[in-house]
């Protein structure tokens, strides 16, 4: 597992969503002990072998990791492009190979 800081620059591709967290501090004496209020903090919410993971953030990191995602984004529309091109290559070939068999016969 990578413990990430605040102080570690943050990844250049991230999958995943941001999610914002609400809960308490645990300190006796806060407001959030005492009220429904709670504390909120930005977090990357993520998927791991069918699991929920959550990776708490520090406020300064939230457009990077914005970015990051946009990053993963657009890269896998981009590589579902280029497969849903070579499905329709393959196919367009197979069927011409189809028909050149047909006429051979
Ligand atoms: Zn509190």
Redesign the pocket.
């Given at each position: 597992m990578n413990s990430m800081t605040s102080k570690t620059r943050v990844p250049r591709m991230l999958r995943g969503s941001l999610v914002t967290l609400r809960r308490?501090?645990g300190?006796p004496n806060?407001?959030?002990?005492t009220t429904e209020q709670r504390?909120e903090a930005p977090a990357l919410s993520y998927s791991d072998q069918g699991r929920t993971r959550v990776v708490m953030l520090a406020e300064s990191d939230v457009a990077a990791v914005t970015a990051a995602l946009e990053r993963y984004r657009a890269a896998k529309a981009e590589l579902a492009e280029q497969a849903a091109t070579g499905l329709a290559a393959l196919s367009e070939r197979v069927a011409a190979d189809r028909a050149t068999r047909r006429k051979g016969r």
């Open positions: 308490r501090c300190k806060c407001h959030c002990a504390h």
